[in-house]
């Protein structure tokens, strides 16, 4: 079946840092792939999303792209703040379903 | 209201009880997803359920889950006979078309401890 494998946390980095959070993943046919956030004490909302091999999502200075070779969608951030603390998750749904199938959840510190 | 609705937002029941939680989604949403989220065990599937189409139940643990959405709008999860193993984070999510392009809006969640 569909699965997503990513980073265990906690991550914490200092402020300014490169941040990197991996994300594999299994699926048949040709999946949607998301990244979710979710802020203390908040729901989570989603942050980026890729629908075809190649596309790069990228919002609030977040990017990730969907590698199809590789079968990953690893998140990236060139410098992180202190309000990027919270926990990100990496998803996917294949095109055969519209069940979305999430990882387990990367929590992220930042520093001041 | 605006948004994803959940009630009750915590729940503390005793082993062998039943709970019924509550998610009335945004008005017009036609998907309505539900997850548990444990800690250390990210967000697992539980059901869903897109307009009139049956809805996908493989994610429900045992046949003690159950869930409904009458008319097409609030969804009910009924938890028979609880475990403490059942103790986690339910949360609702709905879309305005298939989930698959369109994003989830989540709700606040129904925190449930069994003793």
């Known amino acids: 079946g569909n699965s997503v494998t990513q980073m265990e946390g906690p991550v914490t980095l200092s402020e300014e840092a490169f941040l990197t959070i991996n994300c594999t993943y299994t699926a048949t046919g040709y999946p949607s792939l998301f990244w979710y956030v979710q802020y203390p004490g908040e729901g989570l909302q989603l942050l980026l999303k890729a629908t075809k091999a190649d596309d790069k999502g990228s919002n609030k200075g977040f990017e990730a792209t969907y590698r199809k070779e590789t079968t990953s969608f690893h998140l990236e951030k060139g410098s992180v703040q202190v309000s990027d603390s919270a926990v990100y998750f990496c998803a996917l749904s294949s095109n055969r379903d519209d069940k979305i199938i999430f990882g387990k959840g990367t929590r992220l510190h930042i520093l001041p | 209201g605006a948004g994803v609705s959940q009630s009750p937002s915590n729940k503390v029941t005793e082993k062998g009880k039943d709970v019924e939680l509550r998610c009335d989604p945004i008005s017009g949403h036609t998907a309505l997803y539900w997850y548990r989220q444990s800690l250390g065990q990210g967000l697992e599937f539980l059901i869903y359920?897109?307009?009139?189409?049956?809805?996908?139940k493989s994610g429900l643990p045992s046949d003690r889950f159950s869930a409904e959405r009458t008319g097409g709008s609030v969804s009910t999860l009924t938890i028979q006979r609880t475990q403490q193993e059942d103790s986690a984070v339910y949360l609702c999510a709905s879309s305005l078309g298939a989930a698959g392009r369109e994003k989830l809006f989540f709700g606040s969640g129904t925190q449930l401890s069994v003793l």
């Open positions: 359920f897109q307009g009139n189409s049956a809805p996908d």
